[in-house]
């Protein structure tokens, strides 16, 4: 169980586009269409942007989006607002009834 | 609209123990499998354990396996997480989830545990 691996940090600016990439292994990322992304800002509870690799919850902007290949799964940001601005978390499920998340990505906005 | 309360942190020396409790509203509890997930300070979330919605199966992060003991009841609408031989590095923000990580939610606020002599 693993974390999986993800960037300590990206940047851009307003109405940019950033990726955020969760690298895993077969066991997880690569094994399952079981991803989720999750944003956290500090002091609130973490809110499900992505999940299932690329659904969209109702009421996320469709300027997240996200995808899989292989063992790493992404998370685009486009159109970057000052409010998007926090830490981003990949999960995936990891078989047996086990879950593993990424280590967090701090998302700044210029 | 569904909501998570969790309860019972805490300051517990190594060794000690500590149960947390998430009370739920807004939605069917006893319809939905439920989640604890952890922050430590600084670092990452971690899964820690999830119940299935009539409790009779139970899974654990290996971190937590044989310590840590998740259970509800779905007449009182909650969801608990006992935890017994604490160690400094299970201090952390405890968040209950509806549902297993991936799902919907909602999430708590969190509780926070730290364990230090």
């Known amino acids: 169980q693993s974390a999986l691996t993800q960037p300590r940090s990206v940047s851009g600016s307003p109405g940019q586009s950033v990726t955020i990439s969760c690298t895993g292994t077969s066991s997880d990322v690569g094994g399952y269409d079981y991803v989720s992304w999750y944003q956290h800002h500090p002091g609130k509870a973490p809110k499900v942007m992505i999940y299932?690799?690329?659904k969209r919850p109702a009421g996320v902007p469709d300027r997240f989006s996200g995808s899989k290949s292989g063992n790493t799964a992404s998370l685009t940001v486009s159109g970057l607002q000052a409010e998007d601005e926090a830490d981003y978390y990949c999960?995936?499920?990891?078989?047996?009834?086990?879950?593993?998340f990424g280590g967090g990505t701090k998302l700044t906005v210029l | 609209e569904p909501q998570l309360v969790e309860s019972g942190g805490g300051l517990v020396q190594p060794g000690g123990s500590l149960r947390l409790s998430c009370a739920a509203s807004?939605?069917?509890?006893?319809?939905?499998?439920m989640t604890w997930v952890r922050q430590a300070p600084g670092k990452g979330l971690e899964w820690v354990s999830i119940?299935?919605?009539?409790?009779?199966?139970?899974y654990y992060a290996d971190s937590v396996k044989g310590r840590f003991t998740i259970s509800r009841d779905n007449s009182k609408n909650t969801l608990y997480l006992e935890m017994n031989s604490l160690r400094v590095d299970d201090t952390a923000l405890y968040y209950c989830?509806?549902?297993?990580?991936?799902?919907?939610?909602?999430w708590g606020q969190g509780t926070l545990v730290t364990v230090s002599s």
């Open positions: 119940i299935a919605a009539g409790g009779g199966r139970t």
């Open positions: 299932d690799v690329s």
């Open positions: 807004g939605f069917t509890f006893s319809s939905f499998a």
């Open positions: 989830s509806k549902g297993e990580p991936g799902d919907l939610g909602p």
């Open positions: 999960c995936s499920y990891a078989g047996s009834h086990s879950w593993v």
